[in-house]
């Protein structure tokens, strides 16, 4: 059975910094093109960054010099390092695995919340 476990979300100030953590298990982390994704109430899912198997990034216009996505396939791990955090990147940050239209799978979300 496959799992994402993400980690690390909690409450940091304007300016601050997290680093988020998606631990897999039941996929080969490596094969897959790992992503984070972000989704305020009522509002749609959008993407933040992915990762290819290959390393390839790519980032969202408003996180790019901010956010780094970086992947330890020995750990078989995803991680999101946010830094200058601002109040608008407050979301539930959702981890994704990528394979193919049917091995797509997704973590239950943390919270991130940037507030004084």
């Known amino acids: 059975q496959v799992q994402l476990v993400e980690s690390g979300g909690g409450l940091v100030q304007p300016g601050g910094s997290l680093r988020l953590s998606c631990a897999a298990s039941?996929?080969?982390?490596?094969?897959?093109?790992m992503g984070w994704y972000r989704q305020a109430p009522g509002k749609q899912r959008e993407l933040v960054a992915t990762?290819?198997?290959?390393?390839?990034?790519n980032y969202a216009e408003s996180v790019k010099g901010r956010f780094t996505i970086s992947r330890d396939n020995y750990k078989n791990t995803v991680y999101l390092q946010m830094n200058s955090l601002k109040p608008e990147d407050t979301d539930v940050y959702y981890c994704?695995?990528?394979?193919?239209?049917?091995?797509?799978?997704w973590g239950q979300g943390t919270q991130v919340t940037v507030s004084s």
């Open positions: 994704n695995a990528r394979y193919s239209a049917f091995y797509d799978y």
């Open positions: 039941g996929i080969i982390l490596s094969a897959y093109t």
């Open positions: 990762i290819t198997s290959g390393s390839s990034t």
